[in-house]
């Protein structure tokens, strides 16, 4: 309940009113006087509790119980009409000729005030694995290191900021963390950088710790580019650029494609033995069509 910030009277200090009336017989006069109110504000509330007991010293909604000129059922009708074309207020206002306040109550009553109101949230799309290996995922976390306590446990913000209130160039950890998607068992190893060599290693060791489970890896969903495929060679180390061709809009672009990291799509996600291959297939995989 929000109370009005110059009201003289709470709930508590309405029942202290009534009390005073009811059980110490004193007069509303009295009353009135000793609490800085009007005299008919302490028969108000007397009356209410009278009638209605201590729910009746609540507040009450201000909204009355009738409007004088409502808003007609056919411009409410017009309003959610034109707002499910997606007109913005203002121009629903001018097209209807009411104020904007009213088409933006109006709205608000029929829950269409916002965009993405008007069309039905899309579905969470969920997967579940079956079995323990067909997926696992993959993720680095980046944690820095410290090597003294800071501000949060000793209080002393006036020195987190010199010589002794910071682990300057204390290094950085790198929290290797592997998680199956049925089983939810995870694995976890904290390394010096997340190079490919620290990945590589970090993926046979997890590969490795599942199959002492009895678990085989099928699968793998990282978004770390050092684990889906090699970097690009230099340009002096790379052959001849392919030749362009004559009809431009026949010449598919020789370009890798970006890899999606939804569990469905398992591009390059062969199995070698004891590690999964995720390097993407080799070869070019443009198609030319012949010219016309």
């Not at 009277?9 to 009295?30: C, F």
């Not at 017009?78 to 009213?102: D, F, M, N, P, Y």
């Not at 995870?186 to 009895?214: H, M, N, P, T």
């Not at 020789?254 to 291959?277: C, I, S, T, W, Y």
């Amino acid at each position: 309940m929000n109370i009005h910030k110059n009201a003289r009277l709470t709930p508590h200090s309405r029942a202290e009113l009534v009390r005073r009336v009811l059980v110490e017989r004193r007069s509303p006069m009295s009353v009135a006087t000793d609490m800085g109110v009007s005299i008919r504000t302490v028969r108000k509330w007397v009356a209410r509790y009278q009638a209605e007991g201590e729910a009746g010293l609540a507040d009450r909604s201000s909204r009355p119980h009738r409007l004088r000129r409502p808003t007609a059922a056919a411009a409410v009708e017009r309003i959610e009409t034109l707002r499910r074309q997606r007109w913005t207020g203002k121009r629903i206002a001018g097209t209807l000729g009411v104020s904007r306040a009213t088409v933006s109550r109006v709205l608000r009553r029929l829950g269409l005030s916002r965009i993405r109101d008007l069309e039905p949230a899309e579905p969470v799309r969920r997967y579940q694995r079956e079995h323990p290996g067909e997926l696992i995922h993959i993720d680095i976390k980046k944690l820095g290191r410290f090597e003294r306590i800071g501000h949060r446990i000793t209080g002393d913000r006036a020195r987190r900021s010199d010589r002794h209130g910071r682990s300057r160039k204390a290094g950085w950890d790198f929290v290797h963390v592997c998680i199956d998607d049925a089983s939810r068992i995870a694995f976890s190893q904290i390394l010096a950088d997340e190079r490919k060599e620290s990945a590589v290693a970090f993926l046979e060791a997890a590969v490795a710790y599942y199959a002492g489970l009895g678990v085989t890896v099928t699968r793998v969903m990282t978004r770390q580019r050092q684990l889906l495929h090699e970097p690009p060679l230099p340009r002096r180390l790379q052959g001849p650029r392919p030749q362009a061709h004559q009809n431009p809009a026949l010449h598919a672009k020789n370009q890798r494609q970006g890899r999606a990291l939804h569990p469905d799509q398992p591009q390059g996600m062969g199995l070698r033995p004891g590690l999964p291959d995720l390097r993407p297939p080799q070869g070019r995989a443009a198609a030319m069509a012949p010219p016309i």
